[in-house]
């Protein structure tokens, strides 16, 4: 799982770069083989006239091309960073057991066909 963090209007840190990162590996570590890419950005929507302009996006792209955004905004960095992580997790969740559903949907709906030569005998 490759992981990119970009910032804009806000000063990326070290400690945030690391806190970020940590967060991403914690909410995606149990889901990393069917994460391929996560990019993180954050950002400060308005600058400094103050309030809830706090945003994270993430975009994941997971392993058979599907790709998902998430957003949160918050007056506190670091809370809009943990939602979006947290609500990330629970999308990838959804997405892989919905894609393993699928995959079982069309193996038991499949039709059994007997061989043609068990028909004939």
């Known amino acids: 799982m490759r992981v990119e963090i970009r910032a804009r ?4 840190t ?10 991403v590996r914690f909410a995606l ?6 994460v391929k890419d996560v990019v993180v950005r954050l ?5 400094p006239k103050g309030g809830v ?3 994270c996006r993430v975009a994941l ?6 790709e998902l955004a998430i957003e949160s905004a918050d007056a506190n960095l670091l809370a809009a960073i943990d939602r979006t992580l947290e609500r990330a997790s ?19 709906d499949a039709a059994w ?7 004939l005998t």
């Open 14 to 23: 070290e400690t945030l770069r690391t806190y970020t990162e940590r967060r």
């Open 113 to 119: 066909q007997p061989d043609e030569a068990a028909t």
């Open 61 to 66: 792209r997971l392993e058979h091309g599907r």
């Open 9 to 12: 209007n806000i000063p990326l």
């Open 43 to 47: 950002e400060d929507a308005n600058g």
């Open 53 to 55: 302009d706090q945003v």
């Open 90 to 108: 629970n999308a990838v969740t959804r997405a892989v057991g919905r894609a393993q559903r699928q995959v079982s949907t069309r193996v038991r």
């Open 29 to 34: 570590d149990r889901l990393s083989d069917r």
